[in-house]
């Protein structure tokens, strides 16, 4: 081993040598120039060498031998980028070992989205390109990071849309006392959706792995669909899997829910909702089938001044489904909803709700298929009517994303 080596590997590890026992090498005496390195590097169980009381340091080593011991420098948490980028192959070579440096080596990940769409109704029609660049940070062995950027551009207009950049998304997730918590910024998506899809600035806590509670405590964010980051939102909930069947049940408490315009802005304020929510998927070979069902406190009244419903429900056949990382791969669903405007909060469908109208009811059908890695096109049609009027659309949106 050369003496730069010896030096460099032995000042990585951020001690001195004093402390140690006597060194265990007979042909490295005190007085030598590498003792201190030497016996620094033998007390950690770095060096070891060669099974005879010797050092052998006039020997030369094979670069997997060299490789061994950036190895367990590594794992002691010595800072020997440069030595494990030189002998990256060799580590590769050592299989569990080198986690090590690929865990370090990948602390923080980009990873991106484009999806463009294409939707036409009745009302009209919309062409955009959402763009979406993730970064994710490993804190340590129990917390991260995410962040996402997002950038839209419409082409539905000549005015130039799309030159901000927005920080959509940015939040830790962590465990303390073997709970599940995350906090910051995100896309709460409930269960299936179809009561709560939409941005809030809150904190989460859940618990349990076949059967788990979780609890969310926040307010709206700049996009969602509360009337402003002053409104507050509360949902408790249970999820249990049993087998082949996925259950759950929750409790929403929304203070200011409102309607937003495709501009993002507030067209009507709505009112405070509580909901509950009950559903459940079963799924058998290539098939689930879900359904649930949904009722609020309140029987708000909205078009010509007539209520609508407390309560509402929907269900779905799924068949298959294209996955990104398998070109080839495609899927069919079919459902139907009768939604009222009064047990939702913000759903997920690129349907017409008619949420400023009572909700909506109707039927949808689409396919997904996986062009090529990470090349995927959804299609979905959607036949929906107002609740409480004789209004209604038909959408098809139409999806194709490219992720990396």
Known sequence: MKKSLVLAMAMALGV??????????????????AYDSVNKLAAAGIVDGYGNGTFGGDRLMTRYEMAQIVAKAMAKGANVDRLAAEFADELDSLGVRVAALEKKSDNVKITG???YHYKSSDYGYASELRSRLWVNGQVN????????????????????????????RAYVDGRVGGM???AGRWDE??????????????????????????????????????????????VVGAEAKIGALDTYV????????????????????????????????????????????MVGDKDYKYANDKKASKDGWAADLAWKGAEASKPGSYGLHVGYFEQSANA?????????????????????????????????????????????????????????YFTF
Not at 22 to 28: C, R
Not at 143 to 168: E, H, I, P, R
Not at 377 to 389: H, I, P
């Open 141 to 168: 062995d129990d917390w991260t990071y995410t962040a996402m950027l997002q950038n839209v551009q419409d082409f539905s207009n000549n005015s130039g849309d799309g030159d901000d950049v927005k920080l959509n």
């Open 16 to 33: 001195t040598a004093s402390a140690y026992a006597a060194n265990p090498f007979s042909d490295v005496p005190a007085g030598h120039w």
């Open 180 to 182: 599940d918590v995350r």
């Open 344 to 400: 939702f909060i913000a759903p997920t469908t690129d349907a017409n709700t008619f949420a400023d109208q009572g909700g909506y009811k109707g039927w949808a059908v689409g396919g997904s298929y996986a062009f090529a890695k990470n090349i995927v096109g959804v299609v979905n049609y959607y036949d929906t009517e107002s609740k409480t009027t004789n209004e209604d659309d038909k959408v098809i949106f139409s999806e194709l």
């Open 250 to 293: 929750g409790y929403f408490n929304a203070s200011n829910t409102a309607l937003r315009g495709d501009d993002g802005k507030v067209t009507r304020v709505v009112g405070d909702k509580e909901i509950w929510n009950i559903g459940a998927a079963y799924s058998f070979g290539d098939f689930t089938l879900s359904g649930e069902y």
């Open 113 to 115: 989205e484009a999806r």
């Open 189 to 234: 998506v409930t269960f299936t959706g179809n009561v709560l899809d939409s941005y809030i600035d809150a904190a989460k806590v859940s618990y349990g792995d076949k059967v788990k509670l979780f609890g969310i405590a926040g307010k709206g964010a700049s996009e969602g669909y509360l009337e402003s980051s002053h409104d507050r939102l509360y």
